[in-house]
């Protein structure tokens, strides 16, 4: 249950800016392209190679912030889903995060250009969150997770355990889950089995390692740099176990 329940919520994916966390880069622009002969005559610039300016922008949610450090002009550009770029008024922006290649385009009636260049990624205000890998940033990623699903608990995943909280801690996700069961009850189960406590523990951590099995997406959000944490507290209130997973080996 509790892998259907992350396979469900875990095809999320994160990049508002002016928020505390934000993807930023870096951008040099080295191209000119789409000058037409008359703009070229009357505004002093022309297709091909230069020196550019250089670019900051920074990505959160549906939103990029852009400044052009040469003259200090910036704004706020909003992304459309249909064009997979920025807009605001005259201007639009695409970033290829594979490539890292931009086009900044600026379409005006009299004037019309477009801006390329590379960028690179620069550290977020807090570098846990950065995903040494893809650039993730795994915080926003693991804050989306626990606000979709925690309007679904408690959820009840067997006759022995509910979930019953998610919280996102910077990169880690928490689970709580609540045994129904008091520690006496468990020991004297155990005990009846020739089995001890530390049995059990260990069923818990294996059930912990399973959630690295190929296929299940928590694995990635471990991959990425996020870290799974389970707490267990039996039904009188008593924390029994904590079990945290940071790596998929």
């Given at each position: 249950m509790?892998?259907?329940?992350?396979?469900?919520?875990?095809?999320?994916?994160?990049?508002?800016?002016?928020?505390?966390?934000?993807?930023?880069?870096?951008?040099?622009?080295?191209?000119l392209s789409g000058i037409s002969e008359y703009e070229s005559e009357n505004f002093g610039v022309s297709n091909g190679s230069v020196d550019g300016d250089i670019y900051i922008i920074k990505i959160h949610d549906n939103e990029l912030g852009f400044t052009n450090t040469s003259n200090d002009a910036s704004m706020t550009m909003?992304?459309?889903?249909?064009?997979?770029?920025?807009?605001?008024?005259?201007?639009?922006?695409?970033?290829?995060?594979?490539?890292?290649?931009?086009?900044f385009s600026v379409d005006k009636p009299n004037y019309s250009v477009d801006?390329?260049?590379?960028?690179?990624?620069?550290?977020?205000?807090?570098?846990?969150?950065?995903?040494?890998?893809?650039?993730?940033?795994?915080?926003?990623?693991?804050?989306?997770?626990?606000?979709?699903?925690?309007?679904?608990l408690p959820m009840q995943l067997n006759q022995n355990m509910s979930l019953e909280s998610i919280i996102a801690i910077k990169n880690v996700i928490q689970l709580v889950a609540q045994l129904h069961f008091d520690r006496t009850y468990i020991e004297n189960l155990y005990a009846s089995r020739g089995l001890k406590l530390s049995d059990f523990e260990a069923a818990m951590r294996k059930s912990v390692d399973n959630m690295c099995s190929r296929g299940n997406p928590v694995g990635a959000f471990i991959g990425l740099g996020g870290e799974l944490r389970y707490v267990y507290r039996f039904i009188d209130g008593e924390q029994f176990l904590t079990v945290s997973k940071e790596t998929c080996e």
């Open positions: 509790r892998t259907m329940i992350f396979l469900m919520l875990f095809s999320l994916t994160s990049s508002s800016f002016g928020s505390d966390r934000y993807q930023m880069y870096k951008c040099t622009v080295s191209e909003s992304y459309d889903k249909t064009s997979d770029t920025y807009i605001e008024s005259w201007y639009t922006l695409s970033l290829n995060k594979k490539t890292m290649e931009f086009v801006y390329r260049g590379s960028c690179q990624f620069s550290v977020p205000l807090h570098e846990e969150c950065l995903s040494k890998y893809t650039k993730t940033d795994v915080c926003e990623y693991a804050r989306n997770l626990a606000n979709e699903m925690a309007p679904s």
